[in-house]
Each structure stands twice: as structure tokens, then as C-alpha cells.
């Protein structure tokens, strides 16, 4: 029997990839490119609408654990990161068009996959996977909200800008990694002077509405730019502009402050402000962010954007399988679910998407442990808990390590994810069987 998968993003392929892998037909429905969201702008799958960054890969960081587990249980997503890669230091991030290409072509030619495309405006019958993201369309979140014991919460996402290579004034711009982890960033290092310049202007800037914008409902780790300056003065120093570890060549003294650059394509001919999401207006980006030393004449190849996320309220709604506790057979995926971030949105897709062909197959279905990051976070969105808010990955979520470890917390987390890599072994044996 063929499952629907609604959605093509990165949930939603890497669930559908799970299901055709284990020759299970998939129904693919994506809305694209019938009926674009404020924030897509591609017609490919998997779109990625804010970083290019899928961040950190090393296993000292719960994000690179994640994807270490992802990669051996065969991940479309991690395999086509892998491919698109670009230097960012120790950090996994890609070039957009080559990785969303990569994805769309494998999910299109496979011969067990049927493309239907339009927006869902009503819950597709069981077996089905629901992975339309953190913009689903307003009348499928209205049929989503009218379900028994649903109910939505909002919060608010934001997008970087991105600048042109050749518009950046180099003689004031240095290559450099934090702690000499190779030179991958470009970085523009501030005084105190252009810093407390800086954050006046964007403290007195103009910022666009955003239709039912609540300052507190902002998630924290997309904070827009200008949020943060109101927090405090010096938040944006200790924050994205943070000088420690980048010394300016120049003087061999870290800066007062530093705005880093990542390069956002393949061939390096765009760069996006790391962590600069943000609700300015257009025009007053290209001022305020042009006061930037290196930026003076920044071609902006795309502004920041700000738009809103919905999600589930998931505990007590879904299971540690994703699956709808009250519609056996009827699955969540993706950002709604309350998992944040590119990586876990996948890594909910997977383990949906296994979970789907298993039980198409009569089989029972995995166990994904909180020893792991992916059950991690499957058990921490169905968990039972107050003030259910997203979560990106953390070691945190993650069950500990029952004894004292010396060395510190890196070694801890190094005993942590052996233990979740060998557990994930297992799991593929007996899903692979």
C-alpha cells in the first residue's frame, strides 16, 4: 500500500527516502511550485530558507552526532550535504542549489515514488506522513487545529542576508576560523567606536511588521538581530558579533567585536551575515548594515527576512514514533512537530519515515532510545511537559552517562555518542533485516 508524504522539504524527503528504500510506494505532494510560501523561493525539494549551515559536525556537539547517526542509517539529506559541502570550518554547511538539486532528482527518478502536486487542505487519510513544515498553509493548519486534542503555537522565524563576494571591501575584511580552525570565514572586525555606532542603529532603524509578530514568542536561536540590541548593550559582543578567538592579522589583537561572513555557494560568490536574522526593513538593511567595516558596499543578493512558524503542542498529541496517538498510522514530521533546525527536522523524517515502512511491513516498530540524538528528540517532543516550546538537539535531552567521567564534559560527551552510535547499529540490523 502506498503512503502519502505531504510535503517536500527536508522532512518530508528524508521520510519518503526511508519508505522507498524499504520499497515501500510513496505519494509525494508538494505545493510547490503551484502555490509558493513567503519564504521559498525554489521549485527544488528541500529548500532551505534561512542558513545554508546544517552546523557543527563534530561528535563533541549533539548536532554532530545527530547527523553521524543519520548518515549509517542512510540519509538522503546527510548524503546530499556531504556532496554539497562547503568550507565552514567545523561545520557542515552547502551550497543550496547543488544539495536541493541532489535531492529533487533522486526523489523524482525513483521509480517508486509518484510526484502529485498542490496544496493539502485536508488530512490525507492513513498511512500518511504530514511534513508540511513550520509555514504550512493556512487552511491545512485550520484542518490540522480542528483535529480532536490539537491545538497550534506560533513563533517566529528569520532569515539572514546574503552579500555578494565581489561587493565586500577586502582590505578591511580577514580570513579566519575561531580558535585557528582553518581560515573558512570572512570576518569584519569592529571598534568600540563603529560597535556602540552600530547598535544605535539598530536599536533607532525601522523594522518591517510581521502580521501577529510577538516579541516573546521569538525563538531564541533565530533571534532577529535588532531583538537582541534591545536586550542590552553589549548582548550582540557576547553574542553573533563575538571577537574571542579571531584575531585580526593585522594587529594580532582579537577586535572589539566581529561580524562573520559564511560563504553560502559552491563557488564562493555569495557570502550570508552569521546570525543577522532580521525584520528590518530593506532598505534600512542596506544602511544599518553598511555600516559594517568591509560592507560600506554590500550588494545584498538577498535581504533578511522575517516570517511566521507554527508547530504542535506534541506531547500528549504524538507518540516516540511520531506517530498521532489517537490515529495509529497517521504521522508528524518536520518543524511542526516542535523539533528546530535543519538537521532534527530531517532526523524526525527518518525516523517517521522508518517507522511508516515497518509498520506497512507488519513489523514492530524501532525503538529509538534517548541514548541516541534521534530518539532524543522523538521522546522529548511526544514527552509530557509544561511550556512545550521548540528544541534544537542538545546532549542535554540526551540520557546521561551513569558514572563520573574524568576529563571533563568532552570526554562525557565522547562516551555518549560511542554508546549512541553503537545503538544505532543495532537499530539498522534489525530495521535492514
Known amino acids: 500500500m502506498s503512503v502519502t508524504v505531504v510535503g517536500a522539504g527536508l522532512a518530508g524527503c528524508e521520510a519518503a527516502w526511508q519508505l522507498v528504500k524499504r520499497g515501500i510506494p510513496v505519494t509525494l505532494i508538494e505545493q510547490k511550485p503551484e502555490h509558493y510560501s513567503p519564504a521559498h523561493h525554489s521549485p527544488l525539494f528541500a529548500e ?13 556537539n549533539a548536532v554532530g552526532l545527530l547527523k ?7 540519509s538522503l539529506i546527510l548524503t546530499a550535504a556531504d556532496k554539497a559541502r562547503v568550507p565552514a570550518g567545523g561545520a557542515l554547511a552547502v551550497d543550496r542549489d547543488s544539495f536541493s538539486g541532489y535531492i529533487t532528482e533522486t526523489l523524482k527518478n525513483h521509480p517508486l515514488v509518484t510526484m502529485a502536486y498542490g496544496e493539502v487542505t485536508e488530512i490525507p487519510e492513513a498511512p500518511a506522513i504530514v511534513a508540511t513544515g513550520p509555514l504550512t498553509s493556512d487552511r491545512l493548519a485550520d484542518a490540522i487545529a480542528a483535529m480532536p486534542e490539537v491545538s497550534t503555537l506560533n513563533f517566529y ?28 570565514y570572512l570576518n569584519c572586525p569592529m571598534s568600540q567606536e563603529e560597535y556602540d555606532a552600530f547598535v544605535l542603529a539598530l536599536l533607532n532603524a525601522e523594522t518591517a511588521p510581521v502580521h501577529g509578530f510577538e516579541e516573546k514568542k521569538v525563538f531564541e536561536g533565530c533571534m532577529p538581530v535588532e531583538s537582541m ?5 553589549m548582548v550582540l559582543a557576547f553574542g553573533p558579533l563575538k571577537p574571542v578567538g579571531l ?23 555569495l ?38 512558524n507554527t508547530f504542535l503542542n506534541s506531547p500528549g498529541l504524538l507518540d516516540h514514533h511520531y506517530q498521532m496517538l489517537s490515529r495509529p498510522g497517521l504521522f508528524f514530521a518536520g518543524q511542526m512537530t516542535g523539533v528546530e533546525g535543519y538537521v532534527e527536522s530531517a532526523g524526525s523524517g527518518m525516523v517517521a519515515g522508518i517507522c511508516a515502512a515497518m509498520q506497512q511491513q507488519g513489523r514492530p516498530l524501532p525503538d529509538f532510545p534517548r541514548t541516541t540524538a534521534l530518539g532524543a528528540l522523538a521522546h522529548y517532543v511526544s514527552a509530557q511537559n ?31 555518542a560511542n554508546r549512541a552510535l553503537e545503538t544505532i547499529g543495532q537499530i539498522k540490523e534489525q530495521v535492514d533485516a
Not at 68 to 74: G, K, T
Not at 163 to 183: N, P
Not at 279 to 290: C, D, H, N, S, T
Request: charged share 30%.
Open 48 to 60: 532551505l530558507v534561512c542558513s545554508n549551515s546544517l552546523r557543527s559536525d563534530r561528535l563533541q
Open 68 to 74: 553521524e547517526e543519520m548518515r549509517r542509517m542512510d
Open 157 to 184: 522565524d528569520a532569515a539572514a542576508p546574503i552579500v555578494t563576494a565581489e561587493s565586500l571591501d577586502m582590505s578591511k575584511v580577514y580570513r579566519a576560523s575561531r580558535y585557528g580552525r582553518g581560515d573558512d
Open 229 to 233: 540590541a534591545r536586550r542590552g548593550h
Open 247 to 269: 584575531p585580526d592579522p593585522r594587529t594580532g589583537r582579537d577586535p572589539y567585536a566581529v561580524v562573520q561572513l559564511r560563504q553560502d555557494d559552491a563557488a564562493g560568490t
Open 271 to 308: 557570502y550570508n551575515l552569521v546570525g543577522f536574522q532580521t525584520r528590518l526593513k530593506f532598505p534600512e538593511q542596506k544602511r544599518v548594515f553598511g555600516m559594517i567595516p568591509g560592507l560600506e558596499n554590500a550588494e545584498f543578493a538577498r535581504y533578511g527576512v522575517m516570517h511566521r
Open 386 to 416: 509544561q511550556n512545550f516550546q521548540p528544541m534544537n538537539v542538545t546532549y542535554g535531552i540526551m540520557e546521561g552517562w551513569p558514572e563520573k567521567v574524568r576529563g571533563g564534559k568532552q570526554a562525557r560527551y565522547e562516551k555518549i
